[in-house]
């Protein structure tokens, strides 16, 4: 069975520093995507980011990047130039080709921000 | 072009009371799902429905029951609500068909059982 594992209840970053946000993952599957999802207090679930199994070159969204090792099955998570708004429940998610899309969520990190 | 709404916001339900989760998508979006998350925790897929007339089991379905009605709508209903039952709930809906395999999510319902 698919697991997402994220070792980090909670993390803690000076605004304006970087920080990096930790994800594991298991599974058999050769095809997959893996997203990193934030929740703020408003609860809502926003995409952050989404990398393609295939793809070898980490996917990047303005301050967000990851680093994806497929062969460590790892996906992490860097926040460059930390915000007060980037403060949030971070979660990582897991769907493969063949789970008629079912994504699979890790417990999720707390990010808060020191100003 | 609203997304993906949810009603009620907040729900307060005494047990063994009944009541239904609405979600409606504008996207178009053939999937829609049902997921609960409990504090500390992420989400866990209750239903979901892979198109318009199917539905199936996630991985706490116990307790629930799901209506596709059409495209756009995906109803969530508890029968006999029980304190366990105490959650968020979240709809979500996606369109595999675009390779994006990217789910857009509602605001969520916020349900006390007492």
């Known amino acids: 069975a698919q697991t997402v594992t994220q070792s980090q209840p909670e993390m803690s970053v000076q605004e304006a520093e970087t920080v990096t946000l930790s994800c594991t993952y298991d599974?058999?599957?050769?095809?997959?995507?893996l997203f990193w999802y934030k929740q703020p207090p408003s609860r809502q679930m926003i995409l952050v980011i989404r990398?393609?199994?295939?793809?070898?070159q980490n996917a990047t969204e303005n301050r967000f990047s990851v680093n994806f090792q497929k062969a460590a099955k790892s996906f992490s998570l860097k926040i460059s130039d930390s915000q007060l708004g980037d403060a949030a429940m971070y979660f990582c998610?897991?769907?493969?080709?063949?789970?008629?899309?079912?994504?699979?969520f890790g417990s999720g990190t707390r990010l808060s921000i020191r100003p | 072009n609203a997304g993906v709404t949810q009603t009620p916001k907040f729900q307060v339900l005494k047990t063994g009371q009944s009541m239904t989760l609405q979600c409606a998508q504008d996207?178009?979006?053939?999937?829609m799902y049902w997921y609960r998350q409990d504090p500390g925790m992420g989400l866990r897929l209750i239903y979901y429905s892979a198109s318009e007339g199917t539905t199936d089991k996630g991985e706490v379905p116990n307790g629930y029951n799901v209506s596709r009605l059409n495209k756009r709508e995906f109803s969530l209903r508890l029968e006999s609500a029980a304190p366990s039952q105490t959650s968020v709930y979240f709809c979500?809906?996606?369109?595999?068909?675009?390779?994006?395999?990217?789910?857009?999510f509602g605001p969520g319902t916020r349900l006390l059982v007492l």
């Open positions: 996207m178009n979006h053939n999937s």
């Open positions: 599974t058999s599957e050769s095809d997959y995507y």
């Open positions: 990398q393609e199994a295939y793809k070898q």
């Open positions: 998610a897991y769907t493969s080709y063949s789970s008629a899309s079912k994504i699979i």
């Open positions: 979500a809906s996606s369109d595999p068909g675009t390779a994006q395999e990217t789910q857009y």
